[in-house]
């Protein structure tokens, strides 16, 4: 009798272990993805019986919780009562662009709604200390609100100059909003700053809250990783830069200070990037703020030469858009494509893209960091060196710290700034923003910093590089066999 009840029992634990992997199995091949990413997804749970499930269960799905897609859907609703209000300012919207930039500019406004702005006037800022202490300046100054989004949060050097600004303008009635990720400023919330910034009068709210708890109702590794500063309606900062002293951070890991770029900006597009705040307010906290674009929509200058356009991406935004945004720019360039990213793990698309823009005569240079934080990307972007390089992609690598900005320059015109990386994470799940921007002038500023990066880089020969041990070969395709996934 016992053995009849094991032979059962095992039975059932057999046909219950298939109907569960063959659900799940229905699951990747019913969403709708890259196939290389659904294939990677296959294997992890076949190779991984029990242990590949629950990965994918909590990470192979791009997922908000219930009461976030609700919220999301609501809000909709007003963001396009806002962007249609916007448009009765026509004088701030641009109805040129240059011919190298069109294909780029009416595809997001097709996809977004609205064209690029003009009017605006733009400040690169490259330096850590002088971006930080520009931002306190404009803080102390500030009258009404500040709005603040930031991936980490991390407490030393002047941020915490940059705190009690923040706190100085609460006591004096101005409104300041502060959204952070849970997993990237954990340490904040676990400072003394997170008490004292709130007992000042500052609303702070952690976003996509990490707690085992959330485990079974949303994406765990989802990240809310913008990075924007919005002071009166007027005046935005955002770029690379996470609220960060580099001379106070990650300093053990032994790669060296990070490297970022800021971009200031007064003028109209600031108004969008409020649109965009509030949608991260209320999906985060229900409540519902409105910028005020009668402060800020008089252009700072009648005739503008940059147009900005700005995408938004994330869970519920326009599905796919920075990934058209990219293969749309790289295939206009004709001269020359320079791209900076910490993290270089591309789609399929995107890898053939770059290729084909070198093999059709285009100057390609990519910078990325020599050493990087983290290890499995790191591994993982080497996989791509062979391709590119044999395509005829020149490839630098940064060796004075971790390059952590993201840029594409085409063609000394087109940039494109801000917080995404070329990997699927930031394609495909953050929250992430980025700029485009149709000008010379900032073209030829950006091309300054990126030349700066090429002359503390090493070139990466392809004879060298042909030549390295075949174990590093085994780990680097291991890892690009993983990277649909990182």
């Not at 702070?204 to 002071?231: G, N, P, T, W, Y």
């Not at 490297?259 to 991260?280: H, K, Q, T």
């Not at 990934?323 to 993290?343: D, E, G, M, N």
């Not at 700066?452 to 085994?474: D, E």
Request: hydrophobic share 45%; with cysteine.
């Amino acid at each position: 009798m016992i053995m009849l009840f094991c032979t059962i029992s095992n039975w059932l634990s057999i046909l219950f272990y298939w109907l569960l992997i063959t659900s799940v199995t229905l699951r990747v091949i019913m969403k709708r993805r890259a196939v290389p990413a659904a294939m990677s997804w296959l294997l992890v749970i076949y190779i991984l019986p029990l242990l590949g499930i629950m990965i994918y269960l909590l990470f192979g799905e791009s997922n908000l919780d219930k009461y976030r897609k609700k919220r999301s859907k609501d809000i909709w609703q007003s963001t396009t009562k806002l962007i249609k209000n916007l448009k009765e300012y026509q004088r701030i919207f641009s109805n040129e662009n240059s011919e190298l930039a069109s294909s780029l500019f009416k595809l997001c406004e097709n996809r977004q709604g609205f064209k690029g702005l003009k009017g605006n006037k733009i400040k690169l800022l490259t330096n850590t200390d002088n971006a930080l202490k520009m931002l306190i300046n404009d803080v102390n100054k500030a009258q009404k609100n500040i709005e603040i989004v930031f991936y980490i949060w991390q407490i030393g050097g002047l941020v915490d100059k940059v705190a009690e600004a923040l706190m100085a303008a609460a006591r004096r009635g101005v409104h300041c909003r502060l959204i952070l990720d849970s997993a990237g400023s954990m340490n904040f919330f676990r400072s003394s700053y997170h008490s004292k910034m709130r007992a000042a009068g500052i609303n702070i709210v952690e976003a996509l809250h990490v707690s085992i708890l959330c485990i079974f109702i949303r994406r765990m590794d989802l990240r809310q990783h913008r990075k924007m500063v919005l002071i009166d309606n007027y005046i935005a900062y955002t770029g690379s830069m996470n609220m960060v002293d580099p001379r106070f951070f990650k300093k053990n890991i032994g790669i060296g200070q990070w490297i970022d770029i800021l971009l200031r900006i007064e003028g109209p597009i600031a108004v969008v990037m409020g649109i965009i705040f509030s949608y991260d307010w209320e999906i985060e906290t229900g409540e519902r703020i409105l910028p005020q674009p009668k402060i800020n929509i008089i252009p700072f200058s009648k005739k503008s030469e940059n147009i900005i356009q700005i995408i938004a991406s994330g869970p519920c935004f326009h599905e796919g858009i920075i990934h058209q945004a990219l293969l749309t720019s790289i295939y206009a360039a004709r001269k020359k494509l320079v791209i900076t990213t910490p993290y270089l793990v591309p789609s399929d698309d995107l890898l053939y893209a770059i290729c084909t823009a070198a093999q059709r005569g285009v100057k390609v240079h990519i910078i990325v960091p020599r050493y990087n934080d983290s290890l499995l990307v790191s591994w993982a972007s080497r996989a791509f060196f062979t391709e590119l390089l044999e395509a005829g992609v020149h490839i630098y690598q940064f060796e004075d710290g971790l390059l952590h900005t993201k840029s594409v320059l085409v063609d000394g015109q087109l940039s494109l700034v801000g917080t995404v990386n070329l990997d699927m994470r930031s394609l495909w799940l953050n929250f992430e923003i980025t700029l485009v921007i149709d000008d010379t002038n900032f073209g030829n500023d950006l091309a300054k910093v990126q030349n700066y990066y090429m002359k503390r880089s090493k070139i990466l020969a392809n004879r060298i590089w042909s030549q390295r041990p075949y174990w590093q070969r085994i780990i680097e395709r291991l890892f690009y066999f993983l990277s649909p996934l990182l």
